[in-house]
């Protein structure tokens, strides 16, 4: 399946993840981790129609690959156990420009510290990409 190049909305009654490291390790491994945060945190949260969209294409491909006993294979094969968890649910590849307010985010997430959840409003370092995205 070709990724998206813009963002959009989710179906009615689905809600989407849009998932982005800021690789302070390898790249692949920094997005199977955020990926595999991101599972276990939405499980927690909500187990109904979740779409994660990834603009890393070799984590969403590993899930349904065949994995050695890399690290990285590790960690994606945590994420399959995370997915039976899930009633219905989609991970995809999307292109950097669909997954921009992630990529941000994950690039700002450095001075940023501890967890942070953002539920009414945005934080300010993606207002004005979400207030370009809505024209």
């Not at 390898?26 to 199977?32: L, N, S």
């Not at 927690?44 to 491909?61: G, H, N, T």
């Not at 420009?97 to 510290?113: C, E, M, P, R």
Request: with cysteine.
């Amino acid at each position: 399946m070709l990724g998206a190049r813009r963002w959009c909305k989710p179906p009615a009654g689905w809600l989407k993840v849009n998932i982005d490291a800021a690789p302070c390790v390898e790249p692949k491994m920094a997005e199977a981790l955020s990926l595999k945060e991101a599972l276990a945190w939405i499980k927690d949260w909500r187990s109904a129609k979740v779409i994660f969209e990834s603009d890393s294409k070799l984590p969403v491909d590993a899930l349904t690959g065949n994995r050695g006993k890399s690290y990285f294979d590790t960690i994606v094969n945590d994420c399959v156990d995370l997915l039976k968890h899930f009633n219905d649910v989609l991970v995809v590849f999307t292109y950097r420009s669909a997954n921009s307010v992630a990529h941000t985010l994950a690039k700002a997430a450095h001075s940023i510290s501890g967890p942070q959840e953002w539920l009414n409003t945005a934080p300010e370092v993606i207002e004005f990409i979400i207030a370009d995205k809505k024209v």
